[in-house]
């Protein structure tokens, strides 16, 4: 199995930047497609972006796609999520996720593992 943690939310106004950093240990990541989900309360957890095991293949939510990018580096086991522009709908706990299947998918409960999240808020 594999554990996730991630790092690097906090507060940030409108229109600025954070990078968001999922650190996996127990196993390579290399075994598993990748995502970050969102989650505000009462709400459903909301797909952000998923990458492909070896990174050349990307999906997003048109609410995101152009402003925030996915990548993964093998080798130090890490997922990131840079968001740029950011927005206060934006505002949320960013959580990463790892499954073992073979496309990359939407939808939450695809995917086996979950880190505890990092709570980003976007002031206006």
């Known amino acids: 199995q594999v554990q996730l943690v991630e790092s690097g939310g906090g507060l940030v106004q409108a229109g600025g930047s954070l990078r968001l950093s999922c650190a996996a240990s127990g196993r390579s990541i290399s075994t598993y497609i990748m995502g970050w989900f969102r989650k505000v309360p009462g709400n459903e957890r909301e797909f952000v972006a998923a990458?492909?095991?070896?990174?050349?293949?990307?999906l997003y939510a048109d609410s995101v796609k152009g402003r925030f990018t996915i990548s993964r580096d093998n080798a130090k086991n890490t997922v990131y999520l840079q968001m740029n522009s950011l927005k206060p709908e934006d505002t949320a706990v960013y959580y990463c996720?790892?499954?073992?299947?073979?496309?990359?998918?939407?939808?939450?409960?695809?995917?086996?593992?979950w880190g505890q999240g990092t709570s980003v808020t976007v002031s206006s």
């Open positions: 990458i492909n095991r070896g990174g050349s293949g990307t």
């Open positions: 996720a790892a499954e073992g299947g073979i496309l990359v998918r939407e939808a939450p409960e695809r995917y086996d593992y």
